[in-house]
Each structure stands twice: as structure tokens, then as C-alpha cells.
């Protein structure tokens, strides 16, 4: 397989392309029967689940629950054609389902994304009627989120499946599923939307709860950008453009540089957010520069 690195020094090499960024082409080739059988599979696991990088390996089948608590039934908090992603997804027909690996204090949707019994029960049927009359209409895109969707990839695989084959399958995920997850992923969406929420471990610990975040992080964002596209969205928060976007932007520039990244200022403080001094505001204007700056000098791919 060829390195990120090695990958860009061939482009680098072709002085006469006029796209800074080539853009690799990656189809669906799945049939919904093969996405369906994976559902399948995916749902027997259940009974030992190693989705998440938590490994937990609890019994959800017997009603045992891990740091997610989910258990065997999904629900979703919303399903509706939405327009603040990034501008390339939408209009996009979002699916958005309850519960999440992480418990990130600062989370816009923390009540239903920490909550995997919130919402309602998912209705493939209407789900499917409802994202094919959002592309009539004019969506680009159907996306897969949560939460955390990799939580429920049975039930995620059987969305995936019920979809129009001629829709583009967009996967929303906190970038830290397990590798056997994204044995059960791969192929069957064209786009994935990761977040690169910290710079280093103890940030995540402390806002998010969770261990071992930056090499799980990185691993699954090197492989997203050999198996789909891969569009790696950071949020810039108050007080952490020095200790988290700086080494994400660093580590972006040295392994991904051709990746599309979406930088976000539009830090809110919700949820729990006012557990922590820094994030009790918004961001400042010169972070929000500076985070900017950064992209713009390290020669970030950069999307509205």
C-alpha cells in the first residue's frame, strides 16, 4: 500500500497538474444484498462487541451495556434534509442516531448523542420513501450520523442498504471505531466526514473521557483516505488552538496533505461545556485567525 507520504511526493513530482489537490475517484461497489449480509453479521456480534475502539466486549444480546449503553435496539433523534454541513454534502438527507462511544462535555446534541434510548424507533421502509424523495427534491447526499453511528453498525448497515443505490452515502463519525468495524464498512460508503476533535491525549480524556485518542484517530483517517474519500472536519474551541489544532494541523499537513479539511470556528458552549473554565465562551476572533493562519502557511486543503 503507498504512504500518504510517498503518495503526495508523486504528485509533487507532476509539475504539469494544474489541481493542487488531485481528488481520487471512489464508487460504491457494493450490491444491497452484500450490505444487508453484513448487517447480518455485524448484528450476531452483538453478543461480544469490539465495534468502538473501547473494546469492551459486552453482551448486548443479554442485555449487558458498555461505556456507549446501547444495547440491541437502535433509535434515531432525527432524520431531515439538513444544510450546515460542509457545502460539497448538501443539502443532505441526515440520519442521525442516538448514542455514542464518547461523552465530549461540549457536544451541540449531547442529551440525544449521549442518550442511545432516545428518539424513536427506525423504520427502514420510511427511511428509504423519505431519502428518495429528498434527492427528487434535490439533496446531494444521504448521511449516516449520530451520535455515533459505528455504535450501531448493523443497524447503519441496514440504512445503508435500504438507500437508493444512486444516492451517495456519506459516513459522520468521531473516527474512533475499531478496525473490525471498518472491516464491515468498507466499500459501502462513498464519503467519510471524521472529526479530529483533539490534539493529544489529555484533552480527550479530560472533555471527551476517552483513552488512547490520537493513534485510534489517526489510524482510521490514514485508512478512510485509502478506502473512500475522506473530508477530516476539526472544530476550533476556546483555548485549544495551541494544544489540539495546532498538532492536528501538523499531523494533517505531514500524512494527509491532499486530504479536504473543514475547519470550523463556530464553537458553541453547550451541554456540559461549563465544566471546563475555557469553553464556558465562544471563540475569540484572533483564535479563529490564528487557526487560519496555521492552515493557510502549512498549505492545508481547506473547504467551505
Same mark, same amino acid.
Given at each position: 500500500?503507498?504512504?500518504?507520504?510517498?503518495?503526495?511526493?508523486?504528485?509533487?513530482?507532476?509539475?504539469?497538474?494544474?489541481?493542487?489537490?488531485?481528488?481520487?475517484?471512489?464508487?460504491?461497489?457494493?450490491?444491497?444484498?452484500?450490505?444487508?449480509?453484513?448487517?447480518?453479521?455485524?448484528?450476531?456480534?452483538l453478543v461480544n462487541c469490539h465495534f468502538c475502539a473501547h473494546h469492551c466486549g459486552v453482551n448486548r444480546?443479554?442485555?449487558?451495556?458498555?461505556?456507549?449503553?446501547?444495547?440491541?435496539?437502535?433509535?434515531?433523534?432525527?432524520?431531515?434534509?439538513?444544510?450546515?454541513?460542509?457545502?460539497?454534502?448538501?443539502?443532505?438527507?441526515?440520519?442521525?442516531?442516538?448514542?455514542?462511544?464518547?461523552?465530549?462535555?461540549?457536544?451541540?446534541t449531547g442529551e440525544s448523542s449521549w442518550n442511545p434510548r432516545a428518539g424513536e424507533r427506525l423504520q427502514?421502509?420510511?427511511?428509504?420513501?423519505?431519502?428518495?424523495?429528498?434527492?427528487?427534491?434535490?439533496?446531494?447526499?444521504?448521511?449516516?450520523?449520530?451520535?455515533?453511528?459505528?455504535?450501531?453498525?448493523?443497524?447503519?448497515?441496514?440504512?445503508?442498504?435500504?438507500?437508493?443505490e444512486e444516492a451517495r452515502l456519506v459516513w459522520k463519525t468521531n473516527a474512533h471505531g475499531s478496525a473490525?468495524?471498518?472491516?464491515?464498512?468498507?466499500?459501502?460508503?462513498?464519503?467519510?466526514?471524521?472529526?479530529?476533535?483533539?490534539?493529544?491525549?489529555?484533552?480527550?480524556?479530560?472533555?471527551?473521557?476517552?483513552?488512547?485518542?490520537?493513534?485510534?484517530?489517526?489510524?482510521?483517517?490514514?485508512?478512510?483516505?485509502?478506502?473512500?474519500?475522506?473530508?477530516? &472536519? @476539526?472544530?476550533?474551541?476556546?483555548?485549544? !488552538?495551541?494544544?489540539?489544532?495546532?498538532?492536528? /494541523?501538523?499531523? #494533517? %499537513? +505531514?500524512? *494527509?496533505?491532499?486530504?479536504?479539511?473543514?475547519?470550523?470556528?463556530?464553537?458553541?458552549?453547550?451541554?456540559?461545556?461549563? &465544566? @471546563?473554565?475555557?469553553?464556558?465562551?465562544? !471563540?475569540?476572533?484572533?483564535?479563529?485567525?490564528? /487557526?487560519?493562519? #496555521? %492552515? +493557510?502557511? *502549512?498549505?492545508?486543503?481547506?473547504?467551505?
Amino acid at each position: 500500500m503507498t504512504s500518504a507520504r510517498a503518495y503526495d511526493r508523486g504528485l509533487a513530482a507532476d509539475l504539469g497538474r494544474r489541481d493542487p489537490f488531485p481528488k481520487k475517484v471512489f464508487t460504491r461497489q457494493l450490491s444491497p444484498e452484500i450490505i444487508r449480509d453484513r448487517a447480518t453479521r455485524a448484528r450476531a456480534e452483538l453478543v461480544n462487541c469490539h465495534f468502538c475502539a473501547h473494546h469492551c466486549g459486552v453482551n448486548r444480546l443479554a442485555g449487558e451495556l458498555g461505556p456507549c449503553r446501547a444495547g440491541v435496539e437502535t433509535k434515531g433523534f432525527l432524520a431531515q434534509v439538513e444544510v450546515g454541513d460542509e457545502l460539497e454534502l448538501v443539502p443532505t438527507f441526515a440520519i442521525a442516531l442516538s448514542g455514542c462511544d464518547l461523552r465530549c462535555d461540549f457536544c451541540i446534541t449531547g442529551e440525544s448523542s449521549w442518550n442511545p434510548r432516545a428518539g424513536e424507533r427506525l423504520q427502514l421502509e420510511t427511511l428509504a420513501l423519505r431519502g428518495r424523495a429528498a434527492l427528487a427534491k434535490g439533496a446531494r447526499t444521504i448521511m449516516i450520523l449520530g451520535g455515533e453511528p459505528t455504535i450501531h453498525l448493523p443497524a447503519a448497515l441496514e440504512i445503508a442498504a435500504a438507500m437508493p443505490e444512486e444516492a451517495r452515502l456519506v459516513w459522520k463519525t468521531n473516527a474512533h471505531g475499531s478496525a473490525h468495524a471498518r472491516e464491515f464498512l468498507d466499500g459501502v460508503f462513498d464519503v467519510w466526514l471524521a472529526d479530529y476533535k483533539f490534539g493529544n491525549d489529555h484533552c480527550a480524556s479530560r472533555l471527551a473521557k476517552v483513552p488512547d485518542y490520537t493513534q485510534i484517530v489517526r489510524e482510521n483517517l490514514l485508512w478512510a483516505a485509502e478506502h473512500s474519500e475522506l473530508i477530516v &472536519r @476539526h472544530l476550533v474551541m476556546p483555548g485549544h !488552538v495551541d494544544c489540539c489544532w495546532r498538532p492536528v /494541523a501538523r499531523w #494533517l %499537513a +505531514a500524512e *494527509l496533505p491532499a486530504v479536504k479539511v473543514s475547519l470550523r470556528a463556530g464553537f458553541w458552549p453547550a451541554w456540559h461545556s461549563a &465544566r @471546563h473554565r475555557e469553553l464556558r465562551r465562544t !471563540v475569540f476572533a484572533g483564535e479563529s485567525e490564528a /487557526a487560519f493562519q #496555521l %492552515a +493557510a502557511k *502549512l498549505g492545508l486543503n481547506l473547504i467551505p
